[in-house]
């Protein structure tokens, strides 16, 4: 299985695994977040948009659904805590933020299962007792070869208290 995981330990590890992780992503990667509140899925997405803009000011668009960060590279930050339905996702177009050449980031992906593309990543966040978080992440179809080894080295730098 093409499965990675790791325990960071502060919220700051987490954006800097976010920020490895977008380094080996596509144009067109699609990224669907699954957890409970509060579990680190705006820090890890906070992280990936620093590698986009290098700029860390990410807010989670809970209450605007969608997020748009970037110009060359643009990351979406889809939210969708508070979708009614799978079917109000086709009027917020996103269609076109999924078929793009942008990368787009789901947060409650679990809420609209039949509109996520086979190829994506799946990102599962658990609590691990305070501020650490355990994730597993799932290639499907997206990642290059090797990019355990990447993420890998980045795990190494956080466990020594580093900030790849």
């Known amino acids: 299985m093409d499965c990675f995981k790791i325990t960071t330990h502060t919220p700051e590890a987490t954006e800097a695994l976010g920020e490895s992780l977008a380094a080996l992503l596509p144009p067109g990667a699609v990224l669907a977040l699954y957890g409970d509140l509060a579990t680190g899925k705006t820090c890890l997405t906070r992280g990936m948009t620093r590698h986009f803009t290098g700029d860390d000011t990410v807010h989670s668009p809970t209450f605007t659904l969608v997020n748009e960060y970037g110009k060359d590279q643009v990351l979406y930050h889809i939210d969708l805590y508070r979708l009614g339905c799978e079917e109000e996702l086709l009027t917020l177009g996103y269609e076109d933020f999924i ?53 890998e080295i980045t795990a190494t730098e956080i466990e020594k208290g580093n900030t790849p």
Request: hydrophobic share 40%; proline share 6%.
């Open 99 to 151: 078929e793009s050449n942008g990368i787009c980031v789901i947060e409650w992906a679990d809420r609209a299962p039949r509109f996520l593309p086979a190829q994506r990543i799946d990102i599962h966040l658990d609590h691990a007792g305070g501020d650490a978080r355990t994730l597993y992440i799932e290639n499907l179809g997206i990642l290059p070869i090797q990019w355990q080894q990447s993420l």
